[in-house]
């Protein structure tokens, strides 16, 4: 079956996702695999919202927000974002997907705004409630369009922790130990966090290059071994347009 670059990061985040756990996520890409998930290898993932819905069962349309009465449907509580944000300062938030305007080597993120805080050229959405996630959450994944002014040395602004200037700085900053950014998902491929806590490359989709990766960020990502994300499956094509039948996030 033919697949589009931005499915197949729909379908390689939706396979991060573990039974029995707990996973924030906001809306477009990222409930979109969590849904896929949930649905195709995942029964018992429990997803919450950000404005307070919590462990909805599969809605019949995609929540367009997170206030979207979608995301209460037939759930088993509709509460409130604080009540949301008192369960991630508890530890109960196994995964929390983000998206991202910018990220630097150490998983930092801005969604703030693009050039001078004060004069930016494009002012963007801001945090709601990322920083929260990425600050609490175990594991962080970060879903986004990658490319040399997204994958960037240094942030035009930093609106979401990852592991700040490197190892001990988290910590330093009064976060969790054993949280932080765990995965970071793109239209060209997986990645994780090395020992020295800087972004690498683990595997890379059917059709793509190692110089297409390269010339697509702005600091060097191709260390060590680099492996191959397996193509999507029939079932998982299958339910990923049931999910998103108008192509409102994959297209048309």
Known sequence: MEYSRTEMMVIAASRLLRDGKIVLTGTGMPVLATLLAKTVRAPNLSIIFEAGGIAPMRPPTLPLSVGDSMTTYKAVMAASMDHVMSLAQAGYADYA??????????????????????????????????????????RTIVLMKQGKNRFVKKLDFLTTPGYLDGKGAREKAGLPRGTGPWRVVTQLGVYGFGRDLRLRLLRIYSGVTLEEVRNSSGFEVVRGKVGREPEPTPKELKTLRELDPHGIIIGK
Do not use: C, H, M
Request: charged letters at 15%; glycine letters at 16%.
């Open 97 to 138: 997907f983000l998206g991202a305007a910018q990220i630097d080597p150490y998983g930092n993120l801005n969604t703030t705004v693009i050039g001078p805080y004060e004069r930016p050229k494009i002012r963007l959405p801001g945090s709601g409630g990322a920083n929260d996630f990425g600050s609490l959450s175990w």
